[in-house]
């Protein structure tokens, strides 16, 4: 006798390779350190902040300067981007033909005039959560300010307004809610990098935690 759930109950044979230890997720999973803050477009504003005096300090302040600064208007006023991306979960789901419009870390650099910036950002949040990135990683088009996600506003339980992404590296580094980047002259951990997981991050190696 066949068992059909047996079947049913399979998991979809993906049309590509996906990362070692990954599975096809077809839904898209709510993944948050904490509840969904209510952010306001109206006085939400994305700043990219300098190193402070204080070095590696997450966060607006610490003696850094404001070296850009956009609200809501500005940041629709700007060239916008379209990009199609896999996206891949560190607890091992991935989405593949996810598509998203927003405006290039390239972009935002230009429009402030940051020629040369430093090596590493720490990117903050409404919410108070943090994750860091190597400036690399954010420029030449692989990193994004996401207001719309499948042709409609970006959900606030996904991160709207306004949510950064970084496709090629797990999503826990796509900050949800995300207000600025400080830039940082040395890597520094963020929220889930000082927990254990890995300061970078890369799917295709599996870099999920600390020594991976
Ligand atoms: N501000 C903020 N951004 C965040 C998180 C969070 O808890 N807070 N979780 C991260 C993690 S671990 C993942 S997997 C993705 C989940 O995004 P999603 O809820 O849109 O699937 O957001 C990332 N960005
Ligand atoms: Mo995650």
Known sequence: ?????????????PPRPIPPGQYLEDGFPVLSAGPTPRVDTATWQFT???????????????????????????????PQTDLHADIHCVTKWSKLDTDWRGVTIDTL??????????DFVMAFCDGGYTTNLPVEDLIDGRGLLVHTYDGEPLAPEHGGPVRLLVPHLYFWKS????RGLKFMDDDAPGFWEAGGYNMYGEPWREQRYTGD
């Open 175 to 178: 900050a949800k809610w995300v």
């Open 109 to 118: 650099f230009e429009d402030a005039g940051i020629t040369d910036p430093d």
């Open 1 to 13: 006798m066949i068992n059909n759930r047996f079947f049913l109950r399979r998991r979809p044979e």
């Open 48 to 78: 990219i902040q300098s190193t402070g005096a204080n070095g590696s300090e997450a966060g607006p302040g610490g003696g850094s300067e404001t070296l850009g600064s956009w609200d809501w208007d500005a940041l629709n006023a700007l």
